[in-house]
C-alpha cells in the first residue's frame, strides 16, 4: 500500500511498518526542528554581529583607542571566525 506523505500511521495495518512509519516521523520531525533552531541562532548571531560592530564604532569613536578594542576583543570573543572580523573592523576605523 502506497499512503501520502504525512498520511496518519493508523492506515497501516502492517504493525512492523507503522512502527518504522512512525519512527520517520518522528526522526524528520527532530530534523525539521534542528532546522529552525538553526535558522533561529544564525538570524541572532547576524543581529549580534550587527550590534557588535556598532558597539566597536562607537567606542572607538569615544575612545580614540584601537588597542583598547583589539585587546577586549582578543581577550573577550572565543570564535575565531568572529574574532578575525571584529579585528578586521577595528583596523578599518579611522
Not at 560592530?53 to 567606542?59: F, L, N, P
Not at 583607542?65 to 570564535?79: C, F, G, H, T
Amino acid at each position: 500500500m502506497v499512503l501520502m506523505p504525512g498520511a496518519d500511521p493508523s492506515l497501516i495495518t502492517d504493525p512492523v511498518a507503522r512502527k518504522k512509519y512512525e519512527e520517520d516521523i518522528a526522526a524528520n520531525d527532530e530534523k525539521l526542528a534542528n532546522i529552525r533552531r538553526q535558522t533561529i541562532l544564525r538570524r541572532i548571531e547576524s543581529d549580534l554581529a550587527e550590534g557588535a560592530v556598532g558597539a566597536i564604532c562607537s567606542h572607538y569613536r569615544a575612545m580614540r583607542s584601537k588597542d583598547a578594542l583589539r585587546n577586549a576583543v582578543n581577550e573577550l570573543i572565543s570564535a575565531p571566525e568572529r574574532k578575525t572580523t571584529l579585528l578586521d573592523v577595528i583596523e578599518k576605523l579611522d
